[in-house]
């Protein structure tokens, strides 16, 4: 059965298998922080055309562009930031996965805290003086 | 003829969980007990039939029926005969026969197991547990039925998804759903508690296994999916925030929150409120994370076959249950609740410190992953809610219940005696600064949260040991003890394999060789190869550390068959000491290809420190057996001292 | 007042169950529309492929009508699909212009040889990066463009047989 399925995948006319993008591949780059800087980039950037995954580990293709991008804009001395707002003005803050800090994510950043406190207020009721 | 079998015992199993429901309801409000006897048999009954049942549609995955169209859509014959078998719940119908099967098995164990509140409560507690059995019933037997025929039958099926035809992912749903399910026993518990108004320290006692079983089960189902996470998805990434993954680990959050404060119930008969409240939302979570996956409501990369339909009745029956049980705690908490106070340092502060953190991490957990819904909802803008916003809020947190928790089991219950205190965690105090001065000076990490995760991880894991070699500790002690161990062991396996991972990337031909720190890899060949229903073309990785070779990985590209996908198959060898992760890119058609190596130290802790969780919990439910030693030093040391129930 | 406080996890219930209920059905791909309407197309030139002469900036911002810039791929399904609408585009009078992404040109010339080439100019963009510049989230995506380089609308996907007039309208309205 094994054979016989190797043969097949063999046999198949290269025509036959549905055309695929042009292949990039992933060069690191040179310079190990810049590397590092561009990876760390890469885990907080959302791949546009996946089911929620960041560009680091991403098959898509789209994903490989921008993992190019990203790269190429690090080697060219830009800061990670000024690259992620390059890509939130295309994309929108969807691209990011760190939400804005802005009035509509106030709540957002602010629940930990609210949290805290507000649970901390429940336990001080607890603890006697 | 087995699949129409199998659909029948699925109607019994429905009117026995419609007996088990009503039966005792009505006998226990006119007081008449063959009525409220009739809830064991009920539950046993509703136990068989659904077991009956489940066995039936397992018979037809196993001799692969196509007549019957769940099996004809998720299976085919080129299946090995393992994935046969656990193919049975990778769809939603089988896993959600596979559901309601442990909730009749834990209603049947109830049922089975000594009445230590009574025969009334224990019917209450059924009938609860019938009643909400019987919603699931009828989802499947009215939406989602399992034993549909597709006339004329296919000779061959659809195939399952590739994915799923991995051991782990195959064993993660049964272990979650005890998990999950095993908590509605709890759910049971509290709404009984509150109709027949005995919440207290028996209550407690009797609901404490319950909690520690399903959490514990809970542990390793979340831990071996995060495993098949990072062996399967590729890039060796274990913990993504992913919405199906936040939906596990909500109630997981609830269920470890409620064992703590449990113990305060049965030991202090206070924070009765709180734990009935935890007790009803650890279930409540379960149901809404089943709805999460099912429903198509947020994006994920774990996502099921998503159906609205059946996401509308699964919020009918969490408006049903949840509702219902959150309408009567507004009525019962105001009685039950006693508002006692605690000294401040005392085991009881310490467990409420504890509560008051895990409940954050859940709120913030519940609040990040709804938060993107709710914007887009109230007319605002897109936006993504990732690991970097859980990581940063959460992290800190679980570093400060780190240090807490090497604290916490060394104090007293009522008012704790702190001179003891310094002695006692000086070796760990120790330990942490050694280790943070190790990591700086020895191992060049820099990151703040990693040396915080180094310290904590080393203060914790002192401490705890500290409890587990002392004579005559109990099994209780040595439990909590090896499962906070085990919380010590996760967080130094994910700090290390975090700060001092080593990675390469690099296009290589055959003879090529990477050097990677200490490990020199040579790509020996990339040829193709053959499985049961897949072809990949694998590389051979010989991979030597200091001239000796130390492994050999075979990553692959891999091609299924049926369905036609592909996947990568990461290329590993581990050690206690860390594993070596390949994965096989794209040839860039100039006979090179993308070859990642990866070592990543300490990986397997992480879920080796959630095994330990598991047992050590498991351990502790068998309580108060321990060597002989002194009453003395057991008052000191702040251990339990055996109590009258 | 007390009796108030052991409501709230009911309240609380209920709204995220009003929450989740308002947003069933709602499909969950999150379209990611280009943040790119309104500002000019960025920099960027193209070699010719399959007998075009190639695509840049210059191209689009010389005056004159607004145009459309079809982003596709011989490797894209819909892509083919859509062939005939670009056709009828173009027979109806609007100028197209293609950027061919992640291809080569043997690809392109093979697929406009079986598909139809409506394209006036087409860019060769090997490496995909247009579609970034462009807040392109996938292909195939069509964009109006007028005379100055200013990007005003963008169709995202396939486009049928009732989009063509919608983008016709479109190309009016950017003059």
Redesign the interface.
Request: positive net charge.
């Given at each position: 059965m094994k054979a016989l399925l190797l043969a097949l995948l063999l046999l198949l006319p290269a025509p036959m298998l549905a055309a695929d993008p042009v292949a990039i591949a992933d060069v690191p780059l040179e310079d190990p922080a810049a590397e590092a800087r561009a990876k760390a980039l890469m885990l907080e950037l959302r791949c546009l055309t996946c089911q929620n995954q960041a560009i680091i580990d991403s098959n898509a293709p789209q994903a490989q562009t921008m993992r190019v991008e990203v790269r190429e804009r690090i080697s060219a001395g830009e800061d990670p930031e000024e690259i992620r707002a390059w890509f939130v003005e295309r994309y929108g803050d969807w691209v990011s996965f760190v939400p804005p800090a802005r009035t509509d994510t106030a709540l957002l950043w602010a629940a930990p805290f609210l949290f805290l406190v507000l649970g901390g207020l429940l336990l001080m009721r607890r603890i006697k003086r | 003829m087995i699949p129409e079998l199998g659909h029948f015992a699925l109607w019994l199993a429905a009117a026995a969980a419609l007996l088990q429901s009503i039966a005792p309801t009505v006998g226990l409000w006119r007081n008449q007990d063959a009525l409220f006897g009739l809830a064991v048999p009920a539950a046993l009954a509703q136990g068989v039939f659904t077991l009956l049942s489940f066995a039936a549609l397992t018979w037809a995955f196993v001799v692969s029926d196509f007549s019957v169209a769940l099996v004809a859509t998720n299976s085919h014959t080129m299946k090995p005969d393992m994935y046969l078998f656990t193919g049975v719940w990778a769809n939603h119908e089988g896993s959600l026969l596979l559901w309601v099967l442990v909730m009749a098995l834990a209603g049947a164990g109830v049922a089975l197991a000594p009445a230590t509140l009574g025969p009334r409560f224990r019917a209450r507690v059924l009938s609860v547990q019938g009643l909400v059995a019987l919603g699931f019933f009828a989802f499947l037997l009215f939406s989602s039925n399992p034993f549909d025929r597709l006339s004329p039958a296919p000779t061959e099926g659809q195939g399952l998804n590739p994915l799923l035809q991995d051991l782990g992912l195959a064993v993660h749903p049964p272990l979650l759903y005890i998990g999950y399910v095993g908590l509605s026993v709890t759910f049971a518990f509290a709404v009984a508690g509150m109709l027949e108004n005995v919440v207290g320290p028996a209550w407690a006692k009797a609901t404490r296994p319950w909690v520690v079983g399903a959490w514990a089960m809970l542990t390793l189902g979340i831990s071996l999916g995060s495993y098949w996470a990072y062996y399967e998805l590729g890039w060796g990434g274990w913990w993504f925030w992913d919405p199906v993954e936040n939906a596990a680990l909500m109630p997981w959050l609830a269920a470890t929150a409620l064992i703590h404060s449990i113990a305060v119930v049965m030991k202090r008969d206070a924070l009765r409120a709180w734990t009935l409240l935890l007790a009803v939302s650890a279930f409540s979570l379960s149901m809404l994370g089943t709805f999460i996956v099912r429903s198509g409501l947020l994006t994920s990369v774990h996502a099921f076959a998503v159906d609205p339909e059946r996401g509308l009745f699964l919020m009918i029956l969490m408006a049903l249950y949840i509702g219902g049980a959150l309408t009567i705690y507004a009525f019962a908490a105001g009685r039950v609740a006693e508002g006692r106070q605690f000294a401040a340092v005392s085991r009881e502060s310490a467990l409420v410190a504890n509560n008051l953190l895990l409940t954050v991490i859940l709120g913030v957990v519940l609040v990040g992953t709804m938060y993107p819904m709710a914007l887009q909802a109230a007319g605002g803008a897109q936006i993504s809610v990732g690991p970097p916003y859980f990581n940063m809020t959460i992290v800190p947190i679980v570093i400060i219940m780190a240090f807490l928790m090497g604290i916490a089991p060394l104090l007293g219950w009522r008012r704790s005696a702190t001179a003891h205190l310094a002695a006692r965690l000086l070796p760990a105090a120790i330990g942490a600064t050694l280790a943070v001065v190790v990591a700086v000076a020895f191992l060049g990490v820099r990151g703040i949260g990693a040396l915080l995760g180094f310290g904590a991880a080393v203060w914790l894991a002192a401490a705890s040991m500290s409890i587990l070699v002392k004579k005559g500790v109990t099994l209780n002690s040595a439990g909590m003890a090896l499962a906070h161990l085990g919380v010590a062991v996760t967080i130094l396996g994910a700090t290390v394999s975090g700060a001092l991972q080593r990675e390469a990337l690099v296009a290589m031909r055959v003879g090529d060789a990477i050097q990677m720190g200490p490990w020199r890899a040579e790509l020996m060949d990339v040829r193709p190869v053959a499985g049961p229903n897949w072809t990949a073309v694998e590389a051979r990785l010989d991979v030597r550390r200091n001239g000796e070779s130390v492994a050999v990985l075979r990553p692959q590209s891999r091609m299924f068959v049926a369905p036609a996908q592909e996947t990568t198959e990461a290329g590993r060898a581990g050690w206690w000491t860390g594993e070596l992760y390949s994965v096989l890119g794209q040839p860039d058609g100039t006979g090179q290809w993308q070859v990642h190596l990866w070592f990543k130290p300490m990986v397997r802790l992480i879920w080796l420190g959630s095994l330990l969780m598991a047992f050590g919990g498991m351990l502790a439910l068998g309580g108060r057996v321990r060597a002989p030693k002194p009453k003395r030093e057991a008052q000191m040391s702040g251990s339990p001292i055996p109590q009258a129930a | 007042m007390?009796?108030l406080f052991?409501?709230l996890?009911?309240l609380f219930?209920?709204g995220?169950?009003a929450?989740?209920?308002?947003?069933?059905?709602k499909p969950?791909?999150?379209v990611?529309?280009?943040?790119?309407i309104g500002k000019p197309v960025p920099a960027f030139a193209f070699e010719g492929t399959a007998g075009a002469e190639g695509l840049s900036r210059a191209d689009l911002s010389a005056g004159g009508p607004p145009v459309l810039v079809n982003v596709f791929?011989?490797?894209c399904l819909p892509c083919a699909v859509e062939a005939k609408q670009l056709q009828a585009l173009a027979d109806k009078g609007a100028t197209l212009h293609g950027i061919a992404?992640?291809?080569?040109a043997d690809?392109v010339a093979r697929f406009l040889g079986k598909h139809g080439n409506p394209f006036s100019r087409i860019g060769l963009d090997?490496?995909?990066?247009m579609?970034?510049?462009?807040?392109a989230?996938?292909v195939p995506e069509t964009y109006v463009i007028d005379g100055k380089g200013i990007i005003r609308f963008q169709h995202l996907g396939e486009i049928r047989a009732e989009h063509v007039p919608i983008l016709l309208a479109q190309l009016e309205k950017a003059k």
């Open positions: - | - | 007390k009796k052991w409501l996890p009911l219930f209920a995220l169950l929450l989740m209920g308002g947003n069933l059905g969950t791909e999150a990611i529309v280009s943040h790119m791929a011989s490797w992404v992640r291809d080569t690809n090997t490496q995909g990066r579609m970034l510049a462009l807040g989230s996938g």
